[in-house]
T-cell receptor
Framework: DAKTTQPTSMDCAEGRAANLPCNHS???????VYWYRQIHSQGPQYIIH???NNETNEMASLIITEDRKSSTLILPHATLRDTAVYYC????????????FGQGTELSVKP | NAGVMQNPRHLVRRRGQEARLRCSPM?????VYWYRQLPEEGLKFMVY????????ESGMPKERFSAEFPKEGPSILRIQQVVRGDSAAYFC????????????FGSGTRLTVV
């Protein structure tokens, strides 16, 4: 699975959009980008995934660059409950097996 | 639909005792993954199991740790002769099959060794 690079921490004002970047320059053609988050020692929670098109669901939007070497997770209106560690993971769903978590980005949403 | 169920939520063991952590996957999921999270650290993969088979145990410590996923019943992570360094949160995830997008995590078991 390709390696990802994320900033260690970020702050965001409540009600504003939170934009979390992820670099994955070695991503291969059949690898997807997945985002999970972990809220204060709870189990990781799936947010969204994508291959090359931008994706949106009720939680977030995922913007993937045309060359697929980086992506951005967007929480459109961050709330205090979005304070968590956000993990960007690149893997192929066709191969199966484990998810490998990096250090993630610790997002602090402030009032 | 029940999610991934882990029990107990909290477990306290004295040094030298055995710890048994249970994980019931989501209905229809036949693949289970165990992760460990030491205090102030990230999630580390331990073992990946299908029913009655260990597929990948590359993250398991060589001694004292074992895992099983029997044909009937939950997956069990067993830690023998626990030491203080085993104190951590242990998370289980399940997926419906080989590959795919659908990994779901449980709420974890917090093991404290005293």
């Amino acid at each position: 699975d390709a390696k990802t690079t994320q900033p260690t921490s970020m702050d965001c004002a409540e009600g504003r959009a939170a934009n979390l970047p992820c670099n994955h320059s070695t991503i291969s053609g059949n690898e997807y980008v997945y985002w999970y988050r972990q809220i204060h020692s709870q189990g990781p929670q799936y947010i969204i995934h994508g291959l090359k098109n931008n994706e949106t669901n009720e939680m977030a939007s995922l913007i993937i660059t045309e060359d697929r070497k980086s992506s951005t997770l967007i929480l459109p209106h961050a709330t205090l409950r979005d304070t968590a560690v956000y993990y960007c993971i690149v893997r192929s769903p066709f191969r199966g097996g484990k998810l490998i978590f990096g250090q993630g980005t610790e997002l602090s949403v402030k009032p | 639909n029940a999610g991934v169920m882990q029990n107990p939520r909290h477990l306290v063991r004295r040094r030298g005792q055995e710890a048994r952590l249970r994980c019931s996957p989501m209905k229809g999921h036949s693949h289970v993954y165990w992760y460990r999270q030491l205090p102030e650290e990230g999630l580390k993969f331990m073992v990946y199991l299908q029913k009655e088979n260990i597929i990948d145990e590359s993250g398991m410590p060589k001694e004292r740790f074992s895992a099983e996923f029997p044909k009937e019943g939950p997956s069990i992570l067993r830690i023998q002769q626990v030491v203080r360094g085993d104190s951590a949160a242990y998370f289980c995830a399940s997926s419906p099959g080989e590959g795919g997008h659908g990994y779901t995590f449980g709420s974890g078991t917090r093991l404290t060794v005293v």
